[in-house]
């Protein structure tokens, strides 16, 4: 896997470019220069986590023929006060909707956190991640 980060401006707006050429641009927040062109690299690890949980459910719960009409999860997060300001609480909150059995959502969601989200195991070695799901 490679990723490429090129400068866009005289600031920080940055452009990243995966093997595919796939481009997520970044800045930094206005203290340091920033200029709201894009994510901050922190939001882009929470971003990487919803992402990350979610293709498993969705995969998990499609095998489980449970037929989801519609899908969104949140995450929000503490970082610690000090440097490095590493997260050290994360809660993800899982809101689905469709005829689904609780008992298939909450088996997805165990299997996601504590087994194939690589993303949750590298964030647990400094956060505690919680979890919640709704079904509308």
């Known amino acids: 896997m490679k ?7 005289n600031k920080v707006h940055l452009e990243a470019k995966n093997e595919q050429g796939v481009v997520v641009h970044m800045d930094g927040s206005p203290e340091i220069g920033g200029e709201g062109l894009g994510a901050r690299p922190m939001q882009l690890v929470l971003m990487a986590l919803g ?8 995969s998990m719960l499609a095998k489980m023929r449970e037929e989801v009409k519609s899908y969104k999860v949140t995450v929000e997060a503490e970082r610690a006060k000090e440097h490095p300001m590493v997260f050290t609480k994360i809660h993800i909150n899982y809101i689905l909707e469709g005829k689904l059995k609780k008992e298939n959502v909450e088996k997805a969601i165990n299997l996601s956190m504590d087994k194939y989200c690589s993303v949750t195991h590298m964030l647990n070695k400094t956060a505690t991640i919680t979890h919640s799901f709704e079904i509308c």
């Open 3 to 9: 990723i490429e980060i090129e400068r866009v401006n």
């Open 51 to 58: 992402g990350c949980t979610s293709m498993d459910m969705l």
